[in-house]
């Protein structure tokens, strides 16, 4: 893991920073089976939650999560979806953030503007897991994987935030296809019959799955095959460009 | 129309009111088999906006939005939901909200909090267009509904706000069927039809639409018909009540 600082660590004053509203992007990935979510842990404090961050003055909300997202992954370029913002107004403690910025060196005065209501705009990230590369900084003990059933318990609302997130995820993977961005660009129908029941969280009969996704034209048979027997060897799916 | 002071005319000093964020309903009413949307005018400045607000220190976001369209339309308990946050950093105009609050009677100085960078939060709303009751306040010289493809050039960016919401409202349309929000709790297939044609843009066979709508059971075919010629007159249905 790479060491980076983060602008939250070394401007306790906020300066450049907008207040009471912040980022937390719940960044999915996908690995042997199992859906992920990537959580960190708050510095010195056993306190976990989403990667989240605050957003710069002169930057767009949107470009805040890209930065964040990539800040935290390495990547950038992925599929990144604001779906949500979380916004009552008592959702945040003034404890625990307080907790937070001690565990980092800093104590806050009662009136610090970052002990305040702060409202949470959520995006969902679905990311190619194995190429990851997670960083943490001087504000984060941990950034790792957690499967999606083992997060530990979280500040916040961040665990609704999560399930929010998965939620919509299910939606548009059921309606917009949006499932290749979990997958390696070349696949088996199994592991995309795979991946649709580890998200969707409930069975799917592999015949009535693989005509349903051949039937919206969207998939390309690859012609070369996976080594092994070749009577035996699984077709090999990819996505068909857009256009 | 009613008339109503509205705590922004009166609090040009923000007290009380979140500054930096607030929440911009796009209120769809279908009359005549038009789709209309509630527009507001800023008193004295010929500008057109969305009937936004802000938020309250104490109160949810939701329960912002719920206040503002009870405020403007005299409705409570209708379909509203949040759809998206807009966060460009340069998407409003500063000297726009100088002159909305001059057209008001208050002349705010350069670093006025209002001039700030605003964040909106996007809700649209169903109502039943035959009961709202439309009220004005000080801040607002007009309140009125406007066909779809007739709404008056718009401050910063509602336009795309309302474009942003009919997108959301046509995908959710199609999806889980909320179209019932915008209906009298008993019509007719064809006004069913009508309605659905109207909001997604686009015909839809009378057959294949009635077949698909009855195949998905969620309508009840009520016993009372329409007066007029027994043989002739429409069935009526409803939608069949959750649970």
Known sequence: MLRQNDPREINPQGNG???GIA???????????????????????????LPGGYIQENEDVDEAAERILTMRTGLSDVYLEQFHIFG????????VVKKILIGQGFTPTDDHWSLKRFISVGYYA?????????????????????DFDAVPPLIFDHQLIIDKALTTLRHNLDQ???????LPPIFTMVELHTLYETVLGKKLL????????????????????KTGK??????LYRFKPSE
């Open 17 to 19: 920073l907008l207040k």
């Open 23 to 49: 980022v937390d992007p719940v960044i999915f990935g996908f690995h042997e089976n199992q859906l992920k979510v990537l959580i960190i842990e708050h510095t010195n404090t056993g306190l976990y939650a």
């Open 230 to 235: 070749a009577h035996k060897s699984p077709y």
């Open 206 to 225: 592999p015949p009535n799955f693989q005509r349903k996704m051949l039937s919206l034209g969207i998939l390309e048979r690859i012609e070369k095959k």
């Open 126 to 146: 679905l990311v190619d897991y194995t190429k990851t590369r997670l960083t943490t900084d001087l504000t984060t003990g941990s950034c790792d994987w957690y």
């Open 88 to 95: 009552k107004y008592n959702r945040t403690d003034p404890e």
């Open 176 to 182: 917009m296809l949006i499932g290749f961005n979990l």
